[in-house]
């Protein structure tokens, strides 16, 4: 029987791994996001990768991701927060374009405890490393008494629904998804969420 993953806070030496999985997780957006940046020459998941590890400024900072891990092997990794208030403007540009939809569907969701980011490797995949990364996003969840868990899905990735519903999540709201350079055929972002009860 296979050993269940340890699950543990990610570290700097993870940000090479982590910017990859940001990228697998995201479909290609992360990739996108940060090739729109203002750039020094340097590749787009590189830049994600240094600011994984050095900046603790940043949402993507090391310390936000839950790393599964097997006999040290680094398997699959989740990013999650909890959403705060934010809004939305008119996109001035084809990279606020493309994540505009995204925006909107998480102003829906203020206040809950949003997975951002989750994927796992190709060879890990069909260990359970997802689910096992799911449930830990749950205990996060409850230790800060928060009440709702959400996160995106593509309606093309039939694969992570079928996860996410299997795990308790169910549909709250879509948008159209706005396609970019190497991203998926058109569809909708769908926002998942799934209620949290409290243990007292």
């Not at 996001?33 to 998941?45: H, R, V």
């Amino acid at each position: 029987m296979m050993k269940r993953p340890n699950i543990r806070d990610g570290l700097p030496s993870d940000a090479s791994d982590l910017a990859i999985l940001a990228d697998m997780a995201t479909r290609g957006l992360t990739s996108f996001l940060w090739g729109g940046a203002e750039s020094d020459g340097t590749a787009a998941l590189g830049r994600c990768r240094e600011t994984i590890r050095n900046n603790e400024d940043h949402p993507l900072y090391h310390t936000h991701w839950r790393v599964a891990e097997r006999e040290g092997r680094l398997l699959g990794a989740l990013h999650g927060n909890v959403i705060q208030a934010a809004t939305t403007k008119e996109p001035q540009s084809h990279i606020d374009t493309v994540i505009q939809p995204l925006a909107e569907l998480k102003a829906t969701a203020v206040g809950s405890w949003y997975t951002s980011a989750i994927a796992v490797f190709p060879e890990a995949q069909g260990q359970a490393i997802g689910s096992a990364l799911l449930v830990d996003a749950e205990a996060q969840c409850r230790n800060i008494r928060c009440s709702q868990l959400t996160l995106m899905v593509g309606s093309f990735n039939e694969g992570a629904k079928r996860l996410y519903n299997r795990m308790g999540y169910s549909e709250m709201k879509r948008r159209p998804f706005v396609v970019f350079p190497g991203s998926d055929p058109q569809g909708k972002w769908v926002l998942m969420s799934k209620a949290m009860p409290q243990i007292e």
